[in-house]
């Protein structure tokens, strides 16, 4: 499978976590006012039912935005906050894989168990839980089928389960790292008040996440990555003696 096709099916994947979310912000009554797919520079934007959906230039990931500020949002029962925010895990990680499986079995036959196949998706995660840090997105799908559309679906369904599971993890600004936070929120009332604070940090740790793997590349080829290195510490270096001297020449002033 190509790049370019698995890069289209984890944009369809993308595209159904967010409308789980908009089906559970629907569900529990809380008003979405903006859903993007992407980031970055908008490309194309429409209005449909008071929500503006977006599509942006930078195609990693996507959001659902609740109306009003973040207090605003928080003064929603903790129950509902938390349907709105695990719609979006339930959809990736249950109903989109089982659901593809489904359609595998119409195409491959009797001899395809659902069941079997969704626990083997899981066990691929389990087993290699950096294996797509690493490798990159060729690794999908990792099951094979001898029908064309039986692999796309395999692909889809995988993609899906890896986001939903990625979107689990107990990091500020991910779900899993919201749902953690809503459900501290009595023991832990400070995390209202640094709400923002908090969240900005979950993407301090997601960006870090992703460079690691570059890193170590890096680092693996110094004889070759040595001067690029050289080079980014540099950078930061003029950088910060930049903005030390602004700084001071401030308080001067």
């Known amino acids: 499978m190509s790049f370019q096709e698995i890069i289209l099916i984890m944009i369809a994947a993308t595209i159904v976590h967010e409308i789980g979310h908009l089906i559970g912000a629907k569900v529990v009554g809380i008003k979405i006012k903006e859903a993007s797919l992407g980031f970055g520079p908008i490309l ?27 207090e605003e949002f928080l ?42 196949k969704f626990v083997d998706l899981i066990h691929v995660f389990l087993n290699h ?25 395999s692909c889809l369904a995988e993609i899906s389960l890896f986001l939903g599971i990625v979107n689990a993890l107990p990091i500020p600004v991910l779900d899993g790292g919201q749902i953690i936070m809503t459900l501290l929120e009595n023991k832990m009332p400070k995390i209202k008040e640094k709400y923002t604070i908090i969240n900005s940090i979950g993407y301090l740790i997601i960006v870090a996440i992703i460079l690691l793997p570059m890193i170590e590349v ?36």
């Open 44 to 70: 194309w934007e429409f209005t449909l039912q008071s929500i503006k959906f977006k599509i942006c230039w930078i195609l990693l990931g996507g959001y659902v935005m609740p109306a009003g500020s973040d």
């Open 129 to 153: 839980p950096f294996q797509y840090f690493y490798s990159g997105l060729t690794i999908f799908p990792t099951t094979i089928y001898s029908n064309e559309i039986s692999n796309y679906l």
């Open 75 to 116: 003064t929603y029962s903790k129950k509902r906050r938390i349907i709105l925010t695990a719609s979006g895990l339930i959809m990736s990680i249950i109903i989109l894989p089982i659901f593809s499986l489904v359609l595998i079995k119409l195409i491959e036959g009797d001899s395809f168990h659902v069941g079997i």
């Open 218 to 253: 890096f680092l693996r080829s110094i004889k070759t990555t040595f001067p690029i290195i050289l080079f980014i510490g540099f950078i930061i270096y003029r950088v910060v003696r930049i903005n030390h001297r602004f700084e001071k020449s401030s308080k001067d002033v």
